[in-house]
């Protein structure tokens, strides 16, 4: 351990967790003509769309790259020879961090929170893919820290730079929907392997530095079926179906219809086991809001396959044909809208017609729109140097990503239960209450200081 990170880690204790220290976290005071620095961990896969968003933004410029896995890297790192690479993100942000202004986490679930909490710890900007974190004591924990560190975050869920949930917003607000009964959504995720699976050994690929990927993780031989893709069936690493896509699909939902405080959870799934998630799930939450018939809403979630058997308003046809997509369900109206929220639409024709005419799809939106649609990568960029938070900063997507994990834990839970938000805690389903925990004790080597964990 280098002594700046010792001594950190004695300030922080003695302080009862986050510090921002001086020596490491003084931020460059940026002026509307400056680039922000960035640097990006994660630059295989997904990670590919950041750095090229950021090498293609007037507004900032690549500083490091970051992965474990040079393989799945390389074509990135060839692409931008000039750019210092590393591939452990502790040694870029203590070797660069007088260069580095922002911090993007492109990486496996199981890694956002320690990274993203280091970058916060140090002062930087901070962009986060979908999902946030892994669970949902880290979503408590990330927010705290951002909220503590004082800077820009984003989570990566380009639906929410869209006019989509602002026209749905717009609809809601103005009564055309009438009172909101349910909620449904469904995804054909997962793409990769889920169900009762067991780990295959094989030998770790070349370029792999394991011991980095697996960071907080606890130590398994390399297996079959997890780099670089198949992770997100796996409960150590990923979050399945729902933790893939509900950040997106749910995005209308949520900020439509302030759909926040869910009460109850039950749901169902296929065959799983404590190494994999389930192929299939059918998950139902109840949930407080303004906008529901006697102050609550109904979601419901499908994946693997499985759909709702019927929708108010909406053709069996309409219904087998859509994938990844949300239905908002009204007692005057039911709102379809796709993934990105790019496309909402009425289930009555005639008065989508009526609205059209009106213009009421061309007028600028009485909500704050995004300066960068499509684009929350610039989004963060711009909001960065102003100085200024994004629309999906942590503090909206750790309770929306709060959400999108409760499915996961749901459908574990035939009969429903009630869940207390505040304390986070359910009632009698004590499987649940170690779900919203990490599940495993982290190793501590990777974080940048105490975050005095749950008992595992």
Partial sequence: MNTSRRNFLKASAAFGGLMVLPSWAASRKLGPNDKLNVAVVGVGGRGRDSVNAIAGSPNAQLVALCDADDGRAADTY???????????????????????????????????????????????????????????WECRKIREAAKKAGVTTQMGNQGHTNNGWRIIKEWNEDGLLGKISDVYASTD??????????????DIPEGLDWKLWLGVAPHQDFADKIVPFDWRGLRNYGTGSAGDMACHILDAAISGLDLNEPVKIWGECSETNDYSWAQQNSVHLECKSKFGKDGTIKLHWYDGGLKPENIERISAETLASNQNYS??????????????????????????????????????????????????????????????????????????????????????????????????????FKEGDKRLNSMYKYNKEFLPYDVKQPAV
Avoid at 189 to 202: H, N, V
């Fill in 78 to 136: 060839n692409a931008f020879p000039d750019v210092p690479r590393f591939r452990d993100y502790r040694v870029m942000l203590d070797k660069m961090d007088k260069d580095i202004d922002a911090v993007m986490v492109c990486t496996p679930d199981h890694m956002h929170f320690p990274i993203a909490l280091w970058a916060l710890s140090k002062g930087k900007h901070v962009y986060c893919e979908k999902p946030l974190v892994r669970t949902v």
């Fill in 327 to 428: 239905y908002i369900v009204g007692d005057k109206e039911t709102v379809i809208t796709d993934c990105y929220e790019e496309r909402p639409m009425l289930s009555s024709r005639e008065l989508m017609i009526e609205l059209k005419k009106q213009g009421r799809f061309d007028a600028p939106s009485r909500i704050a729109e995004s300066d960068s649609k499509g684009n929350p990568q610039q989004e963060w960029v711009n909001a960065s140097i102003a100085g200024k938070q994004s629309m999906s900063n942590f503090d909206y997507a750790a309770p929306f990503t709060e959400m999108a994990l409760l499915l996961t834990i749901a459908s574990s839970c035939p009969e429903p239960v009630e869940y207390d938000v505040k304390n986070m805690k359910f009632k009698n």
């Fill in 189 to 202: 995720r997962p793409w990769w392997p889920q169900g009762a699976l067991t780990p295959s050994k094989k």
